[in-house]
Nanobody, 125 residues
Framework: QVQLVESGGGLVQAGGSLQLSCAASGRTVSTYATAWFRQAPGKEREFVASISRSIGSTYYDNSVKGRFAISRDNAKNTVYLQMNSLKPEDTAVYYC??????????????????WGQGTQVTVSS
């Protein structure tokens, strides 16, 4: 099975940028569909972006489309989330997740089998 470790979170002003990293170990990350979810205090964990296994098709929630970009570096076995034009409402703990799903880009939390520990992103106004 794959192990996932997130990094790159922090405090940033509104309009700024951050890049989150999700380092995978134990298995090759490109053999999994991989996603970023986030959870704000008092709210449910919600889908942000995902990238399919192998060919790397991507999908985004409407709230981040055009501002965030998910990518994968197979040589580094790492998935990234580039976040630009950050808003205070992007404040949350961001989680990386992996699923053994082929042929589509899963977006539901229940479809993901492996999770990282999360990294805090705080956007000040």
């Amino acid at each position: 099975q794959v192990q996932l470790v997130e990094s790159g979170g922090g405090l940033v002003q509104a309009g700024g940028s951050l890049q989150l990293s999700c380092a995978a170990s134990g298995r090759t990350v490109s053999t999994y569909a991989t996603a970023w979810f986030r959870q704000a205090p008092g709210k449910e964990r919600e889908f942000v972006a995902s990238i399919s296994r192998s060919i790397g098709s991507t999908y985004y929630d409407n709230s981040v489309k055009g501002r965030f970009a998910i990518s994968r570096d197979n040589a580094k076995n790492t998935v990234y989330l580039q976040m630009n034009s950050l808003k205070p409402e992007d404040t949350a703990v961001y989680y990386c997740a992996a699923a053994q799903i082929w042929g589509r880009v899963p977006t539901r939390r229940a479809e993901y089998d492996y999770w990282g520990q999360g990294t805090q992103v705080t956007v000040s106004s």
